[in-house]
């Protein structure tokens, strides 16, 4: 496959328009764009090709709520580590598309996978965190492309996360997904908008 500067635009356009998005509308996601989602993590790096991504859908009300729930608890926390101004600006900030985002993906990562072989991760295990990040990325382009928002909720404690989900021994928690239709569209990052911490530009040296 050869790509032509259509392509290259086309992308650009998707990386300038993914946002982080917590505000969604109610509307189902179709399963067959579910399903591209999926396919999209699989065709993400991995180190020694382990895959070491595991995804739980959440459906269950239930569940939800509980997550709901010990994201409110770690928001309550966060906020006490300001002074009262910041303090003040953080209560304003939406940190979490919870409570409407029609899809919901708990995602952990397997630290002992037999896939890879142990392959590239010797001396360096966070590469298995790595690989899960990569394909959350390559779901999250996707999902744009798919007109579709992706919010990524980290305020979270990885243990309690791991409980509510009953996740074997091996697996690590390392994102909640909100996915869904987004309520409104931006090129710009909310954080940047709302004055919290505006966009930096990337540290790139010659050595
Ligand atoms: C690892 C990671 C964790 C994040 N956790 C949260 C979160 O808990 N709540 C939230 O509102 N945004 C979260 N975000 C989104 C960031 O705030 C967002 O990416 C950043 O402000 C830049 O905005 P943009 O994604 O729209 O470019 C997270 C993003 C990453 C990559």
């Known amino acids: 496959m050869k790509f032509e500067t259509a392509h290259s635009q086309t992308l650009r356009d998707l990386l300038t328009w993914r946002r982080d998005t917590r505000h969604f509308r109610p509307d189902a996601v179709s399963q067959d764009a579910l399903q591209e989602l999926q396919s999209a993590m699989e065709l993400a790096p991995s180190v020694g090709n382990a ?26 926390v966060a906020e006490t580590q300001y002074d009262d101004k910041a303090k003040a600006e953080y209560r304003k900030l939406k940190l979490a598309g919870l409570d409407i985002a029609p899809v919901q993906l708990a995602v952990f990562t397997d630290t002992a996978p037999n896939e890879g072989r142990g392959l590239g991760r010797h001396s360096m295990p966070e590469t298995l965190e790595q690989s899960t990040a990569m394909a959350i990325f390559s779901l999250w382009l996707m999902a744009r492309s798919h007109n579709l928002g992706v919010g990524m909720v980290s305020i979270l404690d990885p243990k309690k996360i791991e409980a509510i989900f009953d996740a074997p021994d091996t697996w690590r928690f390392s994102a909640y997904l909100c996915i869904g239709h987004p309520s409104f569209l931006d090129d710009t990052p909310l954080l940047h908008k709302v004055d919290w911490q505006k966009n930096t530009d990337t540290v790139w040296a010659e050595v």
Request: charged share 30%; hydrophobic share 25%; net charge positive.
């Open 51 to 76: 895959r070491p991504w595991r995804v739980l859908s959440v459906t269950s009300p239930e569940k939800r709520s509980q997550v709901r729930s010990e994201f409110q608890r770690c928001n309550a």
